[in-house]
């Protein structure tokens, strides 16, 4: 059986992962995908204890759910965000070189640099598979919010080496 680590960049109780998320992960465990969950959560210490945290692992594991989780930060934004990404690919090879990972599922662009990054700091190669739902760069200075050749640059060059990189795409169209 394939195990995959799921690398959400959102908490457990966001709606989006409620709704969304969790439910697709329940359909991956009935095709045979052993599931871990990597969340990152806002206001760990302040909203989590850790009587709440082992039950949401114990939720968790009811649905057949390996959950983890990480502080989210958001102040100073792109420290915050770099710093969460540094924190989440030393989690994710930990995870690796303890055993059994066999796919690295990043949904959209900081989770799957963290699963990115992981991969080629570890010594076993999981296939990394890239959730895209859209390119948020390229939504950006579509929309004009980003000058055609100026912050977003930097950012396509990564993404395609993410793309390179990845072992498989996802992309889902607009009937799924």
Same mark, same amino acid.
């Given at each position: 059986m394939a195990k995959s680590i799921y690398i959400c960049y959102f908490g457990v109780r966001q709606p !989006?992962? =409620? +709704? =969304?998320?969790?439910?697709? !992960?329940?359909e991956l465990r009935k095709d045979g995908v052993e599931i871990v969950l990597l969340t990152f959560e806002p206001d760990l210490r302040k909203k989590w204890t850790t009587d709440q945290i082992a039950e949401m692992k114990r939720e968790m594991a009811e649905k057949g759910i390996e959950w983890h989780c990480l502080a989210y930060h958001k102040? !100073?934004?792109? !420290?915050? +965000?770099?710093?969460?990404? /540094?924190?989440?690919a030393?989690? @994710?090879?930990?995870? @690796?070189?303890? $055993?059994? @990972?066999? @796919? /690295?599922?990043?949904?959209?662009?900081?989770p799957t640099l963290m699963g990115a990054i992981a991969r080629r700091l570890s010594r076993h190669k999981p296939k990394l598979l890239f959730d895209i739902r859209g390119f948020f760069p390229e939504e950006y200075t579509d929309a004009g919010i980003w000058p055609e050749? $100026?912050?977003? /640059?930097?950012?396509?060059?990564?993404?395609?080496?993410?793309?390179?990189?990845?072992?498989?795409?996802?992309?889902?169209?607009?009937?799924?």
């Open positions: !989006l992962v =409620q +709704t =969304q998320v969790v439910p697709y !992960l329940l102040k !100073l934004s792109v !420290l915050a +965000t770099s710093y969460d990404i /540094l924190a989440g030393m989690f @994710i090879r930990r995870m @690796i070189n303890a $055993g059994d @990972i066999d @796919i /690295l599922h990043g949904r959209v662009h900081v050749n $100026g912050f977003a /640059l930097p950012f396509r060059k990564t993404r395609r080496k993410m793309v390179d990189e990845s072992r498989w795409l996802c992309r889902p169209n607009r009937k799924s």
